[in-house]
């Protein structure tokens, strides 16, 4: 499908066509990054999307629990071997 560029204000535009839009379930924010000399236009991410629900599942499955052992008390090689 062909389009032309058009004159927006200060800037240059296209129109996408509605039937475009809807085959490639594009939002109202997009990202457009130039790769290979071409501009590619793709859903906007957003950080952390999907964390909830990796958590979630994180929890249900008992793998939500801290790796690193209780370092609150002193340890043999505090006893031991730091020097003061």
Do not use: C, Y
């Amino acid at each position: 499908m062909r389009t032309n560029i058009i004159r927006i204000g200060n800037s240059q535009g296209i129109r996408i066509p509605k039937v475009l839009l809807e085959q490639s379930h594009l939002g109202t924010e997009v990202e457009l990054v130039v790769e290979d000399e071409k501009i590619v236009i793709r859903s906007a991410s957003h950080p952390r999307q999907g964390w909830g629900e990796k958590f979630r599942l994180m929890a249900e499955s008992g793998d939500d629990k801290m790796i690193d052992v209780d370092l609150s008390g002193e340890t043999d090689w505090d006893k031991d071997e730091w020097e003061w």
